[in-house]
């Protein structure tokens, strides 16, 4: 975190103390002089693309290009920063944190709306978590623990229908250990004798919460038709 700090205080030092200088010119042509005088001088506005592009991709719009000019010749000039290490990777958590909040607000409202629908079909069941399930083949095995290991096939969508993972394409069920999933998962399971087959419905915070996963949006209500397969002890 350090150095990516840092090299995000590139960006701004070099937009903040871009020298100017007299284009050159040929006859009748006016030609822009180069702003990239040498190695150190592409390094540093390398450095800054990169990071500029990271941090706009990331949402950070506004920000005080002097302070973190100050911050970027305070480091390098081995000065006492006005914030310590601990400090700034706070300050830097706390607001990407709130930017994903802010992003995964529209998802979760959406995923609200739907399970409160979803709940009133008679085949729906709800456990006290908030977990919505159905019954779609109920086997006559054992039920796992938390602490089992499960082999299963699934199915997993988001609730405008978008298919993000699937067992059954790739030929294979998979094995996990049933404490090591999502805790929709992880509850879910539990209700399943072996041989059956359940949908669930899981809201976010069953699911990866206000963070996203892979190709799975912030905030996203999930969908899983699981066939639980076997159980090992």
Aim: net charge positive; glycine share 10%.
């Amino acid at each position: 975190m350090k150095k990516l700090w840092i090299a995000g205080l590139v960006l701004f030092s070099v937009s903040a103390s871009a020298q100017k200088t007299t284009p050159k010119k040929k006859i009748g042509t006016a030609v822009a002089a180069k702003p990239l005088k040498n190695s150190t001088d592409s390094l540093s506005y390398a450095l800054g693309v990169s990071v500029a592009t990271f941090y706009k991709q990331q949402g950070v719009k506004n920000l005080n290009t002097t302070m973190l000019s100050k911050a970027l010749s305070d480091v390098l000039a081995g000065k006492k920063t006005v914030l310590n290490e601990n400090q700034c990777n706070s300050i830097i958590m706390g607001y990407m944190q709130k930017a994903e909040e802010e992003k995964s607000r529209p998802n979760v409202a959406e995923g609200q709306r739907f399970l409160e629908q979803n709940r009133t079909k008679p085949n729906v069941k709800v456990t006290a978590t908030g977990l919505q399930y159905e019954v779609i083949t109920l086997g006559k095995g054992a039920r796992p623990l938390a602490t089992d290991t499960v082999v299963v096939n699934y199915r997993g969508t988001l609730i405008n229908g978008t298919e993000f993972d699937n067992s059954y394409q790739r030929g294979e069920p998979i094995s996990f250990a049933l404490n090591r999933v999502i805790p929709g998962w992880t509850e879910g399971l539990q209700l399943m004798p072996a041989g059956s087959k359940y949908k669930f419905y899981i809201p976010h915070q069953l699911g990866y919460g206000l963070n996203g996963a892979g190709s799975i949006p912030a905030g996203s209500t999930l969908i899983f038709e699981v066939e639980l397969l076997s159980i090992k002890k």
